[in-house]
């Protein structure tokens, strides 16, 4: 059992991540990191977290700091924390693209101490009212670049994700990235362009839409 973890966002990903710790007995107490005095208040209110705090002090506490942001921020907040973390210290994060952080991290220090993984599920919600427990169970993980990560930090990240029924899948950051968006964000773009076909065809005849079945519902 962990004794101290620290999610940095704590909204579906980050959430989801710190019921699956709790459900299971994996962790005794939980942190908190946030942009938002709502979202962590939120957080704790939903028993998310035990406790709100600072970067900073948060990963001074900790022995896991696991990132769940938007990928656009990873980079300069997992700079940051990896320029707090010491000795046995994990670092984790959830993004759904790895080579860019990768990349960024490739001399640093204490890069032995991040394993970059990415739990492959997700729905359309966001915030920490999105968190469900069970989230991963029957889901597979990735993780990138596990021969620059030590063995022993893989290995309390595997046995976290197994023990929250996860199967483990290992790739290179450029393989992970191409891979993820062929089956995810393809399927967003593709269906984004679907729907602004439909919209233009709605300019020229309304009637279409009496053509529609229950699965199309325009608002």
Known sequence: MLDS???VGVGLIGGSFSLALKDRGLVRHVIGVGRSADSLDKALELGLIDEALPLEAAVKKSDLIYVAIPVDATVPVMRQIMDLVTGQQIVADAGSTKKTLCESLASHPMRSRFVASHPMWG???SGPEAAVHNAFAGRTCVI????KS???AVEVME???RQM???MVYMDADGH????????HISHITSFALANTVLEKEKEDE????????GLRVR
Not at 144 to 147: A, D, F, H, V
Not at 207 to 214: H, K, M, P, R, V
Request: net charge negative; proline share 3%.
């Open 207 to 214: 009637a279409i839409f009496d053509l529609a079945g229950g």
């Open 165 to 167: 029924g996860m199967k």
């Open 5 to 7: 973890v620290t999610i």
């Open 144 to 147: 990138c670049e596990k021969e």
């Open 150 to 152: 030590d063995p022993a």
């Open 123 to 125: 729905t359309e919600y």
């Open 159 to 161: 046995d976290l994700y």
């Open 177 to 184: 990235d191409m891979h993820a968006a062929y089956i995810s």
